[in-house]
């Protein structure tokens, strides 16, 4: 079962280059890692993520609960939020490998000095802290945080630019954290407003602003004493979390932090074990339902479960590719609770504001094809969309099917539709066809699947 994120697919993660469906299944695996799995042997990277919006606390929002579910995700990590700052002065954090400050605090907490004794402790005999977004802020006028988080706020620095995208440029692609990250965009607060400090840290990620044209560290790391400690300035907000390439950065920060990397090496094996197998049982799964004299050509999964999403049991007769990639993304699903019976590519989808396109080749004319598209309106956002097929040079334009609203589940409890069309030959053009998936009301268009099956004998 996943263990996915609960992030409102409503933000923007560009693509820069025309990619086939093979490339970009690559990138939504390596960029968020969905499906990991770890030996009996291999305990979880326990995560305390430590919160607090009471009075006298900067108020965050859900980022917490965002980020919590980020990390739940991957079977790597166990992750419990508190959102209650005292809980640093108890005796719970030592059972964790990391803790993830996600506060900053204007009054004093009520064990102050406790919390204080207690989280040098767990850094110094070594346990992993990860600083996160105004977290630089917290414990002001503590020395000893200044050494545990490499840099801290100074209020007398301008804070940051606009809230606006920016480009995260990876200083050193040799670290553990960042050695599989390519630059990525997100959409955040570029902070400049951390302090001149003799620390010694090791940048990992930085930024340009545009207001002053400086270089500001986005990420870095440090040690002190057995224990080491991840600190990042990113995270302002849900949209800024949404980007794949933070996404890892904060994973593999964990993993680093807990000095788990042997652990991490293993996992990317056995994520694609865990995905060839999800793969195989939902390939048997339809090709087991097929009447006779119907066989299955080429099956997406279009969340790109692990590296195994595209599936052509019948030699690349098909392909598919994806005919405007530049605003596609990538989303998970997490239900309060398993749902039995739903196969896990069912809990990922490929979205966009207005329409998702994919062009078909190597069909036959003299051939019959049936499409068949799973969707699914899982957090009851009111979506209603079209199936639309064109020909390769948009002359010819033909509905499959009408505006249709999705089954919801978060309200009404329904589970994803398969919608079941023939292909009309007739728009074939080289052996080239376009599929277009419509938004015509609600959030964005979404789709879970893609298969298309040839019927050789039997009518449609």
Known sequence: MLYPLVLPPHTKYLVRYPLTLLALLSFFAAAIQTVQSQAPSEKPIRVLIVDDQSPGYYHFGTTATTLRNIIR???????VLVEDAEVLGTDLPFDYDVLLLHFKNYKTPQRDATIRANLEKFVMEGGGLFVFHFACGAFEGWGRYEQLAGRIWDPQKRGHDDYRRFTVQIADKTHPITATLADFDVEDEL????NDSEVPIHILAEAVSN????????????????????????GHDERSLSAAGFQTMIKEALVWCAQR??????????ALETARDELNARITEITDALPEGVRLLIYLDCGGNGKFGLFDPQGAILDITIAAPENVRFWT???DSPIEGVPPQHFTVLYDESQLSFLIEGLDRSKRYQLNVVWWDFD???RVQSLVVQSP?????????PGTALPDYEESGLLAKTVTVPLPMAFVREGKLRLNIRNEGGANAVVNEIWINEIWINEI
Request: overall charge positive; hydrophobic content about 35%.
């Open 261 to 270: 990397e042997n652990y991490a090496a293993n996992a990317e094996a056995k």
């Open 211 to 234: 207001v002053d044209g400086k270089t500001y560290p986005m990420a870095f790391v440090l040690e002190n004493g057995k224990g080491r400690t991840f600190h990042t300035t990113l």
């Open 73 to 79: 995700q991957d079977k790597r990590f166990e992750a």
């Open 333 to 335: 699903f997490r239900p």
């Open 393 to 401: 040079d948009l002359s010819q334009v033909r509905i499959l099917r």
């Open 380 to 382: 009851a956002s009111g």
């Open 191 to 194: 902070y400049t407003c951390l």
